[in-house]
């Protein structure tokens, strides 16, 4: 018995011995289950997650993330990753900490935890809503129907298995072409260009704040449970991100962005024609034609753009929190001087986003020198940011249009950044954005100019 009891004893020491070692040269026995100072996050860029608008980062996950760092005290580290893959090697290898992305749960993301925001989504039918009684209301009325799809998309697979299900009739389409992506084809169904398509519940939700005569109630597929993710070796920081989600403060503020992101209208396109009345375009032209002459511009081009933006409405507020009547974002008003108590005072207003449309014009000077020209690439800049007319610059040079030219040329290279293959192109900056919303923008804001020439004059 005394020679068991000394070998114990002889164990224990040298146990002892390597702990107190350990701790010596800096090693613990011990996890540290402590949150980083600096949070290291991955996402992607798209209309849900992470986008650059008017030269602000937003997005919905962003935002979110963005909270949770501020809340906690630490550093937010935001790196972009290519693709869902990348983003989840990243996670793996501990090059990051948070994805703060949906990333489905299943089985082929085993190594990611799900924590935070969860949600589920299903693929739904996005179809025009003309009346309650033409609207497609169960999956056996799409016998001779025909459904647009992306080819060799899930929604394809999806569509292609429903058909089998229901023993044949639907007329499926596959859509190849290189520029057109979900998006597009939502707008397409939109504008009466094809009837029917398929995307996932929550890009229809977004997508319907743009056009809210859209119908995409009837779900096509089983619910996909979906959630941020963090590395499976440190449940701790799952643990911490849920309890945060939890408190009243952060549901309060996810109820803000949902509807924000998912239920604001976007749709801020200013409808043509208006009826100029007595020579005049509105009650502000005094402000227009004092400060266009500071840039040297027709007062009834810088009116149109205040139409366009806000229909001359001094409290006017954007999805975005663009303010008064040329839609300053906060952020840009604090750039230039102008508090948040003085944003919708219309004199400031005016003044300061002249100021403004003057400094996109130096830095866009030497990209496009004619200066009738450049007029429409700051009007753009205006609206999108600089950031992603810059990208769409680029990109019109790479695909072989012209890169001084708005309209067919960096108009349209714009309107490839809302694609995966372009906005993550090296040449591209900035990331993704909606380019047809600028697009249309600048053409309404030109369509009411030349009205305005022809009715008020200069």
Request: hydrophobic share 35%.
């Amino acid at each position: 018995m005394n020679k068991v009891w000394l070998l114990s004893l002889v164990a224990l020491c040298c146990v002892t011995e390597i702990f107190y070692s350990s701790c010596s040269s800096g090693k613990t026995a011990e996890l540290d289950y402590s949150l980083p100072d600096t949070l290291r996050v991955a996402t992607l860029y798209s209309p849900l997650s992470y986008f650059s608008y008017r030269d602000e980062e937003m997005g919905y996950d962003y935002s979110l993330i963005k909270q949770f760092a501020s809340d906690k005290g630490l550093v937010l580290d935001l790196k972009v990753a290519p693709s869902m893959a990348r983003m989840v090697e990243m996670l793996d290898s501990g090059e990051v900490d948070i994805l703060a992305y949906e990333i489905p749960v299943t089985a082929e993301y085993q190594s990611v935890l799900p924590a935070g925001p969860e949600s589920m989504t299903t693929q739904v039918l996005v179809q025009p809503r003309k009346n309650r009684d033409s609207l497609i209301t169960d999956v056996t009325q799409l016998v001779g129907r025909d459904v647009y799809v992306e080819k060799n998309s899930k929604y394809q697979y999806r569509l292609e298995n429903l058909n089998e299900e229901l023993g044949g009739g639907i007329n499926i389409h596959t859509v190849d072409i290189d520029t057109l992506i979900t998006e597009d084809l939502i707008g397409m169904v939109a504008g009466g260009k094809i009837p029917l398509t398929i995307v996932d519940s929550d890009i229809a939700r977004i997508n319907k704040t743009y056009y809210p005569d859209l119908d995409i109630n009837l779900e096509l597929s089983f619910p996909q449970r979906q959630a941020w993710g963090v590395s499976d070796k440190k449940p701790w920081l799952a643990d911490s991100i849920n309890v945060w989600f939890q408190s009243d403060k952060t549901r309060h503020t996810d109820a803000d962005l949902l509807k924000k992101y998912f239920e604001q209208s976007k749709n801020d396109a200013a409808p043509i024609p208006y009826k100029f009345k007595d020579g005049k375009i509105s009650p502000y032209d005094d402000l227009f034609k004092k400060y266009a002459k500071e840039i040297g511009w027709d007062w009834r081009l810088l009116a149109a753009q205040g139409y366009t933006e806000s229909h001359f409405n001094p409290n006017a507020r954007s999805w975005a929190g663009a303010r008064g009547i040329m839609q300053l974002m906060p952020g840009t008003a604090r750039q230039y001087g102008l508090s948040s108590a003085k944003i919708t005072n219309p004199e400031a207003n005016i003044a300061t986003a002249v100021k403004l449309i003057r400094d996109l014009d130096k830095v866009l000077t030497d990209k496009i020198p004619d200066p009738e020209e450049r007029k429409k690439f700051i009007i753009a800049s205006y609206n999108s940011g600089h950031a992603h007319i810059y990208d769409a610059i680029a990109l019109a040079r790479k695909t072989g249009k012209d890169p001084q030219k708005w309209d067919g040329n960096v108009q349209q290279a714009l309107m490839l950044k809302s694609n995966p293959k372009y906005f993550n192109d090296p040449d591209v900056k900035y990331g993704y954005f909606r380019g047809r919303q600028t697009s249309a923008y600048v053409r309404e804001v030109y369509k009411f100019y030349e009205q305005a020439k022809k009715a008020v004059p200069a």
